[in-house]
């Protein structure tokens, strides 16, 4: 009886540490910009889900896609029905890892170069993604800001060709992210 | 002759001012004023919650996109720099609370300090998905108080 209280002791204590090592936001920022011949495209959605585990280095963000903001109300109805079509493709996701984050001290307020490698899934279609960015500890918090680049054609993005020379075939993908530690 | 390609011409041109400014204008047309807008949806806020999590599918085709009007016990708003989030919570998750989070217009910002956690509020807003701990609303605006 006191080995199985002594386990379940040492299980709680486990998954105790481990939710503490789990740091997230509700409140990711992530922003798109399309630099095409005619126009410059820009839109930012404020409420992207994040999670990243620092010990084993895991990450997941999900984004709604409904949520990006567009300065020209027509650009965001072409986005959201046209080209992302969000009703049936309505989260984005990226799962993946930060691959040396064993060299991280996160109990110091230090700023990392992170290399990162995971899966994201835009439009249905998952593609492996490699990248880097940074992970900076600052009183307590971790911010993660990383840029990186998508080619429309891999998503299975169809841009109809009378609007070809409005949007760009590469997409930046900007993010930054404040998280927090995950107190249960 | 003359008269037949004088008034062809002025058809035309007359044609062709109306197609650049209706061009013009569809382009330019402003975001829908979310303040104002008559809700599709109104609905309890837990309710609401509840439906995305007993049955995603069906309450994405019923709410996504829908300009929808929550009534619900304010558990806390969440400020920063930039932006005022409402924040419903009904559930606690393996990553801490779940509910319904709406992002206030930039004008309710100063309107939202003076609330309450447990106030019963009504918040209207373009509902934009659920990404499976959250129910997300955009371009909220406060109805009551």
Do not use: W
Not at chain 1, 4 to 17: E, N, P, Q
Not at chain 1, 113 to 128: K, Q
Not at chain 2, 106 to 112: E, L, Q, R, T, W
Request: charged share 25%; with cysteine.
């Amino acid at each position: 009886m006191k080995k199985i209280i002594g386990l379940l002791i040492i299980f709680a204590v486990a998954v105790g540490s481990v939710e503490a090592q789990k740091y997230i936001t509700k409140t990711g920022k992530v922003r798109f910009f399309s630099d095409a011949p005619l126009e410059k495209v820009e839109a930012v959605n404020n409420q992207v889900n994040a999670v990243l585990d620092v010990a084993s280095g895991d990450m997941v963000f999900k984004v709604l896609i409904k949520s990006f903001v567009f300065e020209k109300a027509l650009m965001q109805e072409h986005f959201n029905e046209n080209y992302m079509e969000s009703d049936k493709f309505p989260v984005s996701t990226f799962t993946g890892k930060v691959t040396n984050i064993s060299g991280m001290d996160f109990s110091k307020d230090m700023k990392y170069t992170a290399e990162v490698e995971g899966t994201l899934t835009i439009h249905g279609v998952s593609r492996p993604v490699k990248t880097q960015g940074t992970l900076e500890s600052k009183n307590g918090k971790i911010e993660g800001k990383s840029v990186f680049t998508v080619n429309v054609k891999d998503y299975d993005i169809k841009i109809p060709s009378a609007v070809v020379k409005n949007i760009a075939e590469t997409i930046e993908i900007t993010v930054d992210v404040v998280l927090e530690k995950l107190s249960k | 002759m003359n008269k037949l390609l004088k008034t062809f011409l002025v058809v035309f041109i007359l044609g062709l001012l109306a197609g650049i400014a209706g061009y013009v204008f569809v382009y330019n047309k402003p975001h829908t004023d979310y303040a104002r807008a008559k809700p599709e949806l109104i609905v309890d806020a837990r309710q609401c919650f509840d439906e995305f999590v007993n049955n995603r599918s069906q309450a994405e085709q019923k709410y996504n996109g829908k300009i929808v009007q929550l009534t619900g016990a304010l558990t806390r708003i969440e400020s920063n720099d930039s932006l005022s989030v409402i924040v419903f919570v009904f559930n606690e998750g393996i990553f801490g609370d779940e509910g319904i989070r709406c992002t206030l217009l930039p004008g309710y910002k100063v309107n939202s300090l003076n609330l309450k956690p447990g106030d019963r509020i009504e918040v209207k807003g373009l509902l934009t998905g659920y990404n499976e701990t959250d129910v997300i609303m955009e371009n909220c605006s406060l109805v009551k108080p």
